[in-house]
T-cell receptor, first 114, second 110 residues
Framework: EPEVTQTPSHQVTQMGQEVILRCVPISNHLYFYWYRQILGQKVEFLVS????????KSEIFDDQFSVERPDGSNFTLKIRSTKLEDSAMYFC????????????FGPGTRLLVL | RKEVEQDPGPFNVPEGATVAFNCTYSNSASQSFFWYRQDCRKEPKLLMSVYSSGNEDGRFTAQLNRASQYISLLIRDSKLSDSATYLC???????????FGKGTRLSVIA
C-alpha cells in the first residue's frame, strides 16, 4: 500500500539554525500539506500546496517558513531560523485530487530546538 | 475561528465495554467530518468518515448531527488494541485544511 514517507524521523538543532524537513507524498497525489503537533497539544495546519504554489496557509506559517517541491517526488518544509517554540512533531500529508477528501499522513519528523 | 471541541478523557474501560466519544464543531460551513486515531507519538490515521445518515464499520459507529454541530463515535466490544487517542476532525470541503480536536484518550484494560 503506498504511503507518505518523511525524513529525518528525528532532528535536533540549535536555536537560530535552519532546518529542512523532507517528505515524499504518495506518487499520484496532487495536494500536499504540512501540519505540526506540539507535545500534548492538537494537530495544527501550517500550509497546503497545489500546482507548485501555496494554496492556503495558517497564521503559524510566517516568514520563517517556506515550502518547496524541488522535483517530482519531494516536498520540503524549511524553517529559516528556528526558535525554541518550533519544537514539535511535523507531519506531511497528501491527498489525491479535488474529489478526494482523505488526507494521508506521514510518520512525522520530531524536531527539537535547543 | 474554527474550533473542534472534545472531552479530553482519559476514558479507562474494561475489555468488551462500549464507549462513546463526542465532539462539537464551531464552523457551520463545515462539510466533511472524520474520526482519526492517533497512537502515542505516531501520525493520525483515518478511522472513518462521518456521514449525515450515520455509518458503521464493524464495531465502530459514527453519527453526525448538523443542526447541533455534533459528531459522535461509538466503539462496541472494545479491544486492548483500541487503546489510542481518538481525534475528531472537520474540514470545509475536499483539499482544504483539516481542523483537529485535541483528542480523547482511550485506555482499554484487560
Amino acid at each position: 500500500e503506498p504511503e507518505v514517507t518523511q525524513t529525518p524521523s528525528h532532528q535536533v538543532t540549535q536555536m537560530g539554525q535552519e532546518v529542512i524537513l523532507r517528505c515524499v507524498p504518495i506518487s499520484n497525489h496532487l495536494y500536499f500539506y504540512w501540519y505540526r503537533q506540539i507535545l500534548g497539544q492538537k494537530v495544527e495546519f501550517l500550509v497546503s500546496f497545489y500546482n507548485n504554489e501555496i494554496s492556503e496557509k495558517s497564521e503559524i506559517f510566517d516568514d520563517q517558513f517556506s515550502v518547496e517541491r524541488p522535483d517530482g517526488s519531494n516536498f520540503t518544509l524549511k524553517i529559516r531560523s528556528t526558535k525554541l517554540e518550533d519544537s514539535a512533531m511535523y507531519f506531511c500529508a497528501s491527498s489525491r485530487d479535488s474529489t478526494e477528501e482523505t488526507q494521508y499522513f506521514g510518520p512525522g519528523t520530531r524536531l527539537l530546538v535547543l | 475561528r474554527k474550533e473542534v471541541e472534545q472531552d479530553p478523557g482519559p476514558f479507562n474501560v474494561p475489555e468488551g465495554a462500549t464507549v462513546a466519544f463526542n465532539c462539537t464543531y464551531s464552523n457551520s460551513a463545515s462539510q466533511s467530518f472524520f474520526w482519526y486515531r492517533q497512537d502515542c507519538r505516531k501520525e493520525p490515521k483515518l478511522l472513518m468518515s462521518v456521514y449525515s445518515s450515520g455509518n458503521e464499520d464493524g464495531r465502530f459507529t459514527a453519527q453526525l448531527n448538523r443542526a447541533s454541530q455534533y459528531i459522535s463515535l461509538l466503539i462496541r466490544d472494545s479491544k486492548l488494541s483500541d487503546s489510542a487517542t481518538y481525534l475528531c476532525v472537520v474540514t470545509d470541503s475536499g483539499n482544504t485544511p483539516l481542523v483537529f480536536g485535541k483528542g480523547t484518550r482511550l485506555s482499554v484494560i484487560a
